[in-house]
């Protein structure tokens, strides 16, 4: 079955980015299809490179990366929420007049339409949020 | 329909909400969410009464990780990620109460 997740809440909030994560490894393992991780609102937050927990502590961020690309996923951060919140890849830095860049690897951004497409290809849309 | 439900009903109407306007189905309590099963609870007349119209689960390493793994109400059943996964893939639709 395919499957597509949408994280609307940032990490080290409440509990969603977690949740969402374990939700995502569980739908791998059981041989399903993730046609789509989207992240939007404060759920942009999740890709930035820059996030540094302390060593003891989950690193929210580069474990998403590692996810993605162990499984080949598209991890897709809402432009329009990433703008908001300082989230800038190479083509928004640019386009913005921004002087750096820190999407973590692993994720793109892009638009709304690609939730609208994960929604219409895949079987099922799991919400994680706050 | 699933009904996800990751807020304390002590705490946001989620799970209320749920009550209040859905036909029946399956309410699958995650995160905060897990409260709702406490055994003892204030709310746990209201699961019961509710079971006659639903079917609970709790998500485990959330009542674990509130020390709650053991005083879960008799009727909802305990599951892991493996079986969100299969509830989601089991129902048609799923709604996420945020």
């Not at chain 1, 502590?57 to 499984?71: H, P, T």
């Amino acid at each position: 079955m395919k499957f597509s997740i949408l994280v609307n809440e940032g990490p080290y909030t409440h509990e969603a980015s977690d949740t969402a994560y374990q939700f995502a490894k569980a739908v791998l393992a059981k041989g399903h299809e993730i046609f789509r991780i989207f992240f939007y609102h404060d759920g942009v937050n999740n890709a930035t490179r820059l996030t540094t927990p302390p060593q003891d502590d989950r690193n929210i961020v580069s474990r998403w990366s590692k996810l993605a690309q162990e499984n080949n996923l598209d991890l897709v951060v809402c432009v329009a929420a990433a703008q908001r919140r300082g989230i800038v890849d190479e083509g928004e830095m640019k386009r913005n007049g921004k002087d750096a860049t820190n999407l973590a690897p692993g994720f793109r951004i892009s638009g709304l339409g690609q939730l609208i497409e994960a929604g219409i290809q895949s079987d099922r849309l799991v919400v994680f949020g706050d | 329909m699933l009904h996800i439900v990751n807020k304390s009903p002590y705490d946001r109407p989620a799970l209320n909400s749920v009550l209040a306007t859905a036909e029946g189905g399956t309410i699958l309590l995650i995160e905060d969410g897990v409260f709702a099963a406490v055994k003892g609870g204030a709310e746990e007349a209201k699961v019961k009464a509710a079971m006659a119209k639903f079917k609970f689960y709790a998500l485990q390493s959330d009542l674990e990780a509130r020390g709650m793994a053991d005083r879960v109400i008799d009727g909802v059943t305990v599951t892991d990620y493996a079986g969100f996964v299969d509830l989601v893939a089991e129902h048609k639709t799923c709604q996420s109460w945020l």
